[in-house]
T-cell receptor, first 113, second 115 residues
Framework: SAVISQKPSRDICQRGTSLTIQCQVD?????MFWYRQQPGQSLTLIAT?????????ESGFVIDKFPISRPNLTFSTLTVSNMSPEDSSIYLC??????????FGPGTRLTVL | GNSVTQMEGPVTLSEEAFLTINCTYT??????LFWYVQYPGEGLQLLLK?????DKGSNKGFEATYRKETTSFHLEKGSVQVSDSAVYFC??????????????FGKGTKLSVIP
């Protein structure tokens, strides 16, 4: 498996502001992912973070709202821009190992007032 | 496309009871199957996996068998403990028709175990 950390673990933000979430993994990985988990719901994939190229976004998610960086094979950031209360969720990063298995970070719990 | 259907919760059991959480899937090709667990206030942890038909994944007393003929991957545990209280997600991984890798989740089943 892999050791994955996220910062911050939780935050409370005002509407209209932006928050950048960091994801760090203890080994080099090709594929990293960002998910959103709304309260009481399952996980929804936001985007795949590609090293050296732009992220690949899923339907319903756009780069202007969720810009992603992937400067190297162990680190990625997700920014939630111009936040509204509807963005209150848990944001999780994950990495792909063994060609088919994803391991998840502890999540960032975001509350937007 | 790929999809996962798991039993609706919440499920409430007494300690030492037998647990089954049903999971069925629809997928093209030969997906790998997973159970993840999310304890209160935490991220997702991989509980077990199976990569081909008739494989049995097991961990911490939990088991699930990859049944291709019934497209199922039911989670079982013979004797649950209070510490098993969590949300359990069934998932499959595979490649879409466009060649992109995907992990598809069920909606999750919340388990509460009471002393």
């Amino acid at each position: 498996s892999a050791v994955i950390s996220q910062k911050p673990s939780r935050d409370i933000c005002q509407r209209g502001t932006s928050l950048t979430i960091q994801c760090q993994v203890d080994s080099q990985v090709t594929m990293m992912f960002w998910y959103r988990q709304q309260p009481g719901q399952s996980l929804t994939l936001i985007a795949t973070a590609n090293q050296g190229s732009e992220a690949t976004y899923e339907s319903g998610f756009v780069i202007d709202k969720f810009p992603i960086s992937r400067p190297n094979l162990t680190f990625s950031t997700l920014t939630v821009s111009n936040m509204s209360p509807e963005d209150s969720s848990i944001y999780l990063c994950s990495v792909l190992l063994h060609t088919d298995t994803q391991y998840f970070g502890p999540g960032t719990r975001l509350t937007v007032l | 496309g790929n999809s996962v259907t798991q039993m609706e919760g919440p499920v409430t059991l007494s300690e030492e009871a037998f647990l089954t959480i049903n999971c069925t899937y629809t997928a093209t090709g030969y997906p790998s199957l997973f159970w993840y667990v999310q304890y209160p206030g935490e991220g997702l942890q991989l509980l077990l996996k199976a990569t081909k038909a008739d494989d049995k994944g097991s961990n911490k007393g939990f088991e699930a068998t990859y049944r291709k003929e019934t497209t199922s991957f039911h989670l079982e545990k013979g004797s649950v403990q209070v510490s098993d209280s969590a949300v359990y997600f069934c998932a499959l991984s595979g490649y879409s028709g466009a060649g992109s890798y995907q992990l598809t989740f069920g909606k999750g089943t919340k388990l509460s175990v009471i002393p």
